[in-house]
């Protein structure tokens, strides 16, 4: 590499992909809050919030989903870490406003590296399972605003997202 190059975190010098070894980093609490979307037609999310759906309770499906994918992250991320995760929650809340459910995803872990990646997929995995249980309903879904809203811990510390 010349000194013009930047230096990449996940390639070697040979520039071949590689995954960073955190071992001599530090333990620390880490934390990551991530929040995303899908919106619908108002007739679909009466139909979310009075359980006519015909394949069931999507909220609590895409709740699991979530959970489940948090802690496979590594399996979805190439160059991820797999973590040993203390604590995972996602919440589903139906906004009439926005004519949307909005999804939220807070992972806990005491590790050597973040856990923006777990919260990350929380979300994608309950916005995909959202749009599948509600496909037959509403073939116009759009699933967006996937962020990450707060991390805490390790060497760069805390950040928070401006509303």
């Known amino acids: 590499m010349s000194d013009e190059e930047p230096e990449f975190s996940h ?5 071949r992909a590689r995954m960073v070894d955190v071992g001599d980093k530090e ?3 880490r934390f990551a809050l991530a929040r995303g979307a899908v919106f619908v037609h108002a007739s679909t999310l009466a139909a979310l919030r ?4 015909t394949k069931g ?3 609590t ?3 699991i989903a979530g959970i489940q994918a948090a802690k496979r992250a590594h399996e979805w991320i190439p160059l ?3 973590l040993r995760l203390d604590h995972v929650a996602v919440d589903l809340h139906p906004d009439e406003e926005s004519s949307s459910i909005a999804i939220q995803a807070t992972v806990r872990a005491r590790g050597r590296t973040g856990v923006e990646m777990e919260a990350l997929t929380a979300v994608s995995a309950a916005a995909l399972t959202l749009y599948d249980m509600l496909k037959s309903a ?5 699933i967006g605003e996937i ?3 707060e991390k805490r811990g390790g060497r760069s510390g805390e950040w928070r997202r401006r509303p």
């Open 27 to 29: 333990e620390t609490d």
């Open 11 to 15: 390639l070697d010098a040979g520039g």
């Open 147 to 149: 962020c990450l809203w």
């Open 50 to 53: 009075e359980d006519r759906l």
């Open 138 to 142: 509403d073939r116009s879904l759009v």
């Open 80 to 82: 991820a870490h797999p």
């Open 61 to 63: 499906i895409a709740q």
């Open 57 to 59: 309770d999507a909220l």
